[in-house]
């Protein structure tokens, strides 16, 4: 069963253009994480956040945990052809420790020059 | 370093047939897991370890085994390819923080 629901799916946008995509769930997790998966690689992590209501900024990339620990978002200001990926989602369900993820279905980004 | 590496990158096999991946990892990790990766289904845990010696079930377990058998090592096992075991299979270990690192991949295809 698939506890992570991330929306967008896909999303096409112009360069410098500011987006969002939003991670959720029913169940409430000791961590998430967000990570970049590029063509032919393995997923490279961006960011844990473990604090209700936590926000961390890397960058043009900002990264919110919801204050209940159930929801996450990923908002990208400016965005840029080098952003383009398929961006996931991961939690560690409370429930199951902090060693077991699960991960949301992406969503893929691409930033048109 | 090299991190996470996985062995081999890519693979053809016929149903029915057997075969071994191999992942391993020198950044002496505990965790080690084993996901596979299909359109539109993220990362689903196949099986983990939590330490040398030890193995547990993840989301989709069935039709595959593995084997812990040296820390820095984590096999998964098909035992009768089928061909809804066609996927990339991707292999991460963790330490004690929460960051997973994750290797390259095998595409493996099952005609």
């Known amino acids: 069963t698939q506890l992570l629901e991330q929306s967008p799916q896909f999303l096409s946008i112009q360069e410098g253009e500011n987006l969002t995509v939003y991670c959720n769930s029913s169940?409430?997790?000791?961590?998430l994480q967000w990570y970049r998966q590029e063509p032919g690689e393995g997923p490279v992590l961006l960011v844990t956040?473990?604090?209700?209501?936590e926000v961390k900024k890397l960058k043009r990339l900002t990264f919110q945990f919801g204050d209940a620990r159930k929801d996450s978002s990923l908002h990208i200001t400016a965005a840029q052809p080098g952003d383009t990926g398929l961006y996931l989602c991961?939690?560690?369900?409370?429930?199951?420790?902090?060693?077991?993820?699960?991960f949301g279905t992406g969503t893929r980004l691409k930033v048109l020059a | 370093n090299a991190g996470v590496t996985q062995t081999p990158k890519f693979r053809v096999l016929k149903t029915g047939q057997s075969m071994t991946l191999l992942c391993a990892q020198d950044?002496?990790?505990?965790?080690m897991y084993w996901y596979r990766q299909d359109p539109g289904m993220g990362l689903r845990l196949i099986h983990y370890s939590v330490g040398e010696g030890t193995t547990a079930k993840g989301e989709v377990p069935d039709g595959y085994n593995v084997s812990r058998l040296k820390k820095q090592n984590f096999l998964l096992g098909l035992e009768s390819a089928a061909p809804s075991q066609t996927s990339v299979y991707f292999c991460a270990s963790k330490g004690q923080n929460y960051e997973q690192y994750f290797g390259p991949g095998t595409r493996l295809t099952v005609t």
């Open positions: 169940s409430v997790f000791s961590s």
């Open positions: 950044m002496n990790h505990e965790y």
């Open positions: 991961a939690g560690t369900p409370i429930r199951s420790g902090t060693y077991k993820y699960i």
């Open positions: 956040v473990v604090t209700g209501g």
